[in-house]
């Protein structure tokens, strides 16, 4: 299992376990791909119950929360498990798509469009739900909907991203190039 580090150590304002998130961050790193000596950094902004995310290095993997995203969303201030696999393994399985090299060309994560966004974690999250992890389907397909429009067209580069194998970074971009391309033509 790969090795991960939680900050803070102890929290004052939730009622989390640095240790549980280290093992469940752990399993999904390893779903995700990485080999047992990868380092992952895990660094939870407990005065936040908002549930922004993001990946912020690669060597080290970092990625970065707030409170809120590990949250359980009927007991507040209280740690999820479901919470804290479904925020790793969509933060970890791209964070392993940009180290494999098909996502060279792909925007850091300040720099995707929402749509770009939303697109790749349909990919990520129907790779992490294939690999044991917990997701929403219909979660993801409501948020893409909410992107993309609620097409045919749109369902379509759903169905392909959700259930891709080996995709690329121009494979995202295509599928919001088409997307964007019925929601005109349906405006027009």
């Known amino acids: 299992m790969a090795k991960v580090i939680v900050t803070p150590e102890t929290y004052n304002l939730v009622f989390f376990d640095s240790g549980r998130i280290a ?19 895990v660094e939870v902004d407990e005065r936040v119950p908002l549930g922004r995310t993001k990946t912020v290095s690669l060597d080290p993997i970092s990625i970065w929360v707030e409170g809120g995203a590990f949250e359980d969303a009927k ?35 300040d720099g995707l469009t929402l749509p770009q966004q939303v697109a790749w974690d349909a990919y990520a999250v129907g790779r ?34 959700w259930n891709g194998v080996d995709l ?16 005109e033509a349906a405006s027009a």
């Open 23 to 41: 093992e469940l961050v752990g399993e999904a790193a390893d779903k995700a791909g990485f080999a047992a000596d990868a380092e992952i950094r």
């Open 75 to 109: 007991r507040p201030r209280q740690l999820s498990d479901q919470s804290v696999q479904d925020v790793a393994g969509r933060l970890l399985f791209r964070a392993h798509d940009r180290l494999g090299g098909g996502f060279a060309d792909a925007p850091d994560d």
């Open 128 to 161: 992490a739900e294939r690999a044991g992890l917990p997701a929403s389907r219909s979660r993801r397909l409501y948020h893409f909907r909410n992107r993309h429009g609620f097409n045919d067209v749109a369902d379509a580069a759903f169905d392909r991203l």
């Open 168 to 183: 690329t970074w121009a494979d995202i971009e295509a599928a919001c190039q088409e997307t964007a391309a019925a929601k």
